[in-house]
C-alpha cells in the first residue's frame, strides 16, 4: 500500500548544458549536502558534468566564486562547512596486498 506522503518524482528536465553560474549553485548546493541524485533532476545533467565542476576541470575558479557568496548567505554554517577541493577515491585494490595470503 502507497503512503499519502510519498509524492512522484519531478518530470526529468531535458539535457542542457550548464554554465558558470550553475556551477557555482553545484558548489554551494554540495556545502549544504544536497544529494547528488537531487542536483542531477534540477540540472538536468550527466552525473559526471557534477563532479566535472567539483573537480575543477570544468568552470575553474567557481570554488572561489561559490565560497565568498556561501559566507555571506550562511554565516552560521562557515565553521561546519570543508571549502577543500573534491577529492576523488578510489576503490581499486593495490596490487600486492593479494601476496601476502599465498
Known sequence: MASAFLLPPPPPRPPRALTERDAVDIWIARWLRIRVKDLLVRYGCDPRRIYEVWEETRFPGTRATAREL???????????VDFGPHRRVSHAVPEGQLALFE
Open 70 to 80: 556561501f559566507l555571506a548567505q550562511y554565516p552560521a554554517l562557515a565553521d561546519r
